[in-house]
Nanobody, 122 residues
Framework: QVQVVESGGGLVQAGGSLRLSCEAS????????TGWFRQAPGKEREFVAA????????YYGDSVKGRFTISRDNAKSTVYLQMNSLKSEDTAVYYC???????????????WGQGTQVTVSS
């Protein structure tokens, strides 16, 4: 079983940057794909980015391509989401999730964190 905890959220001005971290516990985390999802008030959960357990494959949602970068450090059991050129529409609770297969569907991921709030002021 893998448990994940997100951190790094906060308040930032439009155009600024934040780096989210997803730290995992469990010896098998290095074999898990990891995804980031977000949910804004009144909206459905949205896929943001995902990375394979080797780090060789990455996927991005259309709304974040070219601005966000996902990476991982298996030695630290941590996945990162570097968010640049933030917009007010990026405001949401961001969730990290781990699962055996990489993909853009939330259903692929069985282990979810509690989320971290990102607020972008315009």
């Amino acid at each position: 079983q893998v448990q994940v905890v997100e951190s790094g959220g906060g308040l930032v001005q439009a155009g600024g940057s934040l780096r989210l971290s997803c730290e995992a516990s469990g010896r098998t985390f290095s074999r898990y794909a990891t995804g980031w999802f977000r949910q804004a008030p009144g909206k459905e959960r949205e896929f943001v980015a995902a990375i394979s357990w080797t780090g060789s494959i990455t996927y991005y949602g259309d709304s974040v391509k070219g601005r966000f970068t996902i990476s991982r450090d298996n030695a630290k059991s941590t996945v990162y989401l570097q968010m640049n050129s933030l917009k007010s529409e990026d405001t949401a609770v961001y969730y990290c999730a781990a699962g055996p297969l990489i993909g853009t569907s939330a259903g692929l991921y069985q282990n979810w964190g509690q989320g971290t709030q990102v607020t972008v002021s315009s």
